[in-house]
Each structure stands twice: as structure tokens, then as C-alpha cells.
């Protein structure tokens, strides 16, 4: 059975910067892809960054770019976001999910605000 659990979110204020880490079990971690989302509110959840099975390839939307580094650990089993120069539109509740599987952990909420 899979198991995503996301920490790390908390209020920060526009300009800050927090490192989500997501735990994971259940799947061959290091055969898979993983990627982090958001569901801004109101709205639908959306692609953040992946990062392949080895970590050599990653990709970023339009939005992060320049501001979110994804890395991976393949012996902890953990993949992880650095959020630098956060802005409130990256307010939302950020997910990790491995490509391949339907899961979704709980999530872990951001808040960018002064």
C-alpha cells in the first residue's frame, strides 16, 4: 500500500522560503518518478515540479522556475521541494505522488502572507 506523507508547510511571509520533504512506502521508490503539486484554493490541483527515477532530470512549471528546487533521496526514500522566494499566489496544499500510482498523501498547507 502506498504511503505519501508531506510536512514541512507552515505561514511565511511573502519573499521567505520553506522545504516541504515528503516520506514515502509502499512502492519501489527508486524505479519511479515523483512529483509535487498544489491545489491553490478555488482552484484545481496543479503540477509543481518531477524529478526522474535518478534524479538527473527535473522539471519545473512556468511558475516556479528559478524559485523551487525538487531533489530526492533514493536511500531515505524521501523527495523534497525548496521553496525560496515564495510569492501568495504559491499559497496551496502541496502533494508529492509517485508517476504510476493514483495516491495522494494528505498534504501539507502553505500560506504566504504578510
Known amino acids: 500500500q502506498v504511503q505519501l506523507v508531506e510536512s514541512g508547510g507552515g505561514l511565511v511571509q511573502p519573499g521567505g522560503s520553506l522545504r516541504l520533504s515528503c516520506a514515502t512506502s509502499g512502492f519501489t521508490f527508486g524505479s519511479n518518478a515523483m512529483s509535487w503539486y498544489r491545489r491553490p484554493p478555488g482552484k484545481e490541483r496543479e503540477l509543481v515540479a518531477s524529478i526522474s527515477s535518478a534524479g538527473g532530470s527535473t522539471n519545473y512549471a512556468d511558475s516556479v522556475k528559478g524559485r523551487f528546487t525538487i531533489s530526492r533521496d533514493n536511500v531515505k526514500r524521501t523527495v523534497s521541494l525548496q521553496m525560496n522566494n515564495l510569492k501568495p499566489e504559491d499559497t496551496a496544499v502541496y502533494y508529492c505522488?509517485?508517476?504510476?500510482?493514483?495516491?495522494w498523501g494528505q498534504g501539507t498547507q502553505v500560506t504566504v502572507s504578510s
Open positions: 505522488k509517485p508517476e504510476g500510482f493514483r495516491s
